[in-house]
């Protein structure tokens, strides 16, 4: 059962373009929804969360935009650059008493951004 | 300070072979988590725990699965018999937080993973 939905699975930007990756849930215990950035080769690195008591956060060039009626969420990636290249999970988790607050991945998007 | 830890980073079995990979979390984190990672998808979770206790290990795809973190750091992942849908990489995490706290951050942070290719 796939709880998270990520698309696109792969996205080309040019420079300086703007990067957009969207995500739906079905879990409405849901409660945090951070978003990870990866490397090949590396582990995924957390790059910026929203709870959904917000409709948008943003960290520098980075954005969420939430939308809790549609149970949806997006990245924005603003002037994207090449170093910006990876691929990105969206993720979410639930405090349920009893079990771990593990997170729950899409699928992932490889981005490219061309120089 | 350094981060999470994980040995070996490349492990190549024949099917049938017992496998053990390490995880050293982050100095101090309470809970820990290791996740399974299929080439092309996201990771999903595999088992948590507090300190040394195991609290989740819902998981987990097998009895052949199998964790430890006897002294509440280092955690060992366990996996018999390999088999060649057990091929993927495996991310441990740690976090500072104990499960359920509300309000702030619930970060988890990532080692750099274990590749296993089961032949």
């Known amino acids: 059962q796939q709880q998270v939905k990520q698309s696109p699975q792969s996205l080309i930007v040019q420079k300086g373009g703007i990067s957009i990756i969207n995500c739906a849930y079905e879990?409405?215990?849901?409660?945090?929804f951070p978003w990870y950035q990866q490397f090949p080769g590396k582990g995924p690195a957390l790059l910026i969360a929203?709870?959904?008591?917000?409709s948008e956060k943003k960290e520098g060039r980075f954005t969420i935009s939430f939308n809790k009626s549609a149970k949806q969420f997006s990245l924005h990636i603003m002037d994207s650059q090449p170093g910006d290249s990876a691929t990105y999970f969206c993720?979410?988790?639930?405090?349920?008493?009893?079990?771990?607050?593990?997170?729950?991945f899409g699928s992932g998007t490889q981005l490219t951004v061309l120089p | 300070g350094a981060g999470v830890s994980q040995s070996p980073r490349y492990k190549v079995a024949k099917r049938g072979q017992d496998v053990a990979l390490r995880c050293d979390p982050i100095?101090?984190?309470?809970?820990l988590f290791w996740y399974q990672q299929a080439l092309g998808q996201g990771p999903e979770f595999l088992t948590y725990?507090?300190?040394?206790?195991?609290?989740?290990k819902s998981g987990l795809p097998s009895d052949r699965f199998f964790a430890e973190r006897p002294e509440g750091s280092v955690s060992t992942l366990k996996i018999q018999r390999t088999q060649q849908e057990d091929s993927a990489v495996y991310l441990c995490?740690?976090?500072?937080?104990?499960?359920?706290?509300?309000?702030?951050?619930?970060?988890?942070?990532f080692g750099p993973g274990t590749r296993l290719t089961v032949l």
């Open positions: 995490a740690s976090s500072p937080r104990r499960r359920g706290l509300a309000g702030g951050k619930d970060t988890q942070y």
């Open positions: 100095s101090g984190h309470v809970s």
């Open positions: 725990f507090q300190n040394e206790a195991q609290l989740d």
């Open positions: 993720a979410a988790t639930a405090n349920t008493s009893g079990s771990a607050r593990q997170l729950t």
């Open positions: 929203i709870r959904p008591d917000v």
């Open positions: 879990n409405t215990a849901f409660d945090y």
